[in-house]
């Protein structure tokens, strides 16, 4: 037992310092690379934490060799742009003054929803609140909001039609039915379901409406009362 412990002090000691090695931003938020490096150092700190079969050098001498690796790589990272590209990656603006870029949505793995969640993380509650909103190359998520503030909104929008289809509990939640809203949509012209990327409404009438491809549209659905 008291074996362990030992070993268990040396590695934790030896981690400690690494870890302050490698820079304030190991330890806030990673490049993709530092991700890996840092679960590598994990797997490799348990080994002869949990096995006394196995000499504590082989599990320090690995520890050291992957921070040595993380030393060349963050080297080329700063001395090399194209390598700072293909390592790091590059901030993906996934909303600008046109709407959503599906596109850059796809590239990233994420849908209108996953959009959305981020924007009210980061205090945003409408798509039409922000001219510019993009995920940085650590998965971190930023805003820009309009320049000209927008009308002060009291109502939270909910997302009634995503990827060309219909969310009906959110359908439900505005008190009408997919008929209506296909209707509101042909009276912009909009006459394919499977064409529309997102529709938000909120409890005052107010419609976000976007097309794959297209410029969104803000209008009002004539409602004469607020409805949540």
Not at 81 to 98: E, H, R, T
Request: hydrophobic fraction near 45%.
């Amino acid at each position: 037992m008291a074996l362990i412990i030992i070993r268990t002090i040396i590695i934790f000691i030896t981690l400690l310092i690494i870890m302050r090695l490698m820079g304030k931003r190991q330890i806030g938020e990673m490049q993709p690379y530092e991700l890996v490096i840092t679960l590598i150092i994990a797997d490799l700190a348990c080994i002869p934490m949990d096995d006394t079969s196995i000499p504590l050098t082989y599990g320090i001498v690995a520890i050291l060799t992957t921070y040595f690796l993380h030393q060349v790589v963050c080297l080329v990272d700063l001395s090399i742009p194209k390598a700072k590209k293909i390592l790091s990656g590059s901030p993906s603006i996934v909303l600008n003054k046109n709407g959503i870029d599906d596109t850059q949505l796809k590239k990233n793995n994420l849908d209108v929803i996953d959009l959305i969640e981020s924007l009210r993380g980061a205090g945003y509650f409408a798509l039409d609140d922000v001219d510019y909103a993009l995920y940085e190359s650590n998965g971190s998520f930023s805003a820009l909001a309009k320049s000209e503030k927008p009308q002060e909104n009291n109502s939270l929008p909910v997302l009634v039609i995503s990827e060309g289809k219909f969310d009906d509990k959110n359908v439900g939640l505005t008190g009408k039915d997919r008929q209506y809203f296909l209707d509101a949509l042909r009276g912009q012209g909009l006459n394919e379901l499977k064409k529309i990327l997102v529709l938000t409404v909120d409890g005052n009438g107010k419609a976000y409406v976007q097309s794959k491809g297209q410029k969104y549209k803000v209008f009002s659905l004539g409602w004469e009362e607020r409805l949540w």
